[in-house]
């Protein structure tokens, strides 16, 4: 089991920038596809980006296409979520997952290893 820790979340205007971060400890994070999901309230949790092992292969939520960029530092082990021109529906509660496996899936029961989650706010 991996376990995530996410910091960097906070409160925003609209237009503003932030920028999450993953810490993975336990077992060794070689290998493991990360994501980023978010939770908004009354809704249900939905993928946000994800990033294999070596980096090379990404996938987004169309709606932040173009805003949000995923990252990683394998000798580190943190993944990144830089969130660009923020609006006020990206507000809810982000999370970071795990999954040991090199294929990037969207779905949310593909992931195994889930942090407590960063609440992010942004304000119009």
């Known amino acids: 089991q991996v376990q995530l820790v996410e910091s960097g979340g906070g409160l925003v205007q609209a237009g503003g920038s932030l920028r999450l971060s993953c810490a993975a400890s336990?077992?060794?994070?070689?290998?493991?596809?990360m994501a980023w999901f978010r939770q908004a309230p009354g809704k249900r949790r939905e993928f946000v980006a994800a990033i294999s092992w070596s980096g090379g292969s990404t996938n987004y939520l169309d709606s932040v296409k173009g805003r949000f960029t995923i990252s990683r530092d394998n000798a580190k082990n943190t993944v990144y979520l830089q969130m660009n021109s923020l609006k006020p529906e990206d507000t809810a509660v982000y999370y970071c997952?795990?999954?040991?496996?090199?294929?990037?899936?969207?779905?949310?029961?593909?992931?195994?290893?889930w942090g407590q989650g960063t609440q992010v706010t942004v304000s119009s």
């Open positions: 336990g077992r060794t994070f070689s290998g493991y596809v």
């Open positions: 997952a795990a999954r040991p496996s090199p294929v990037v899936l969207t779905f949310r029961d593909a992931y195994n290893d």
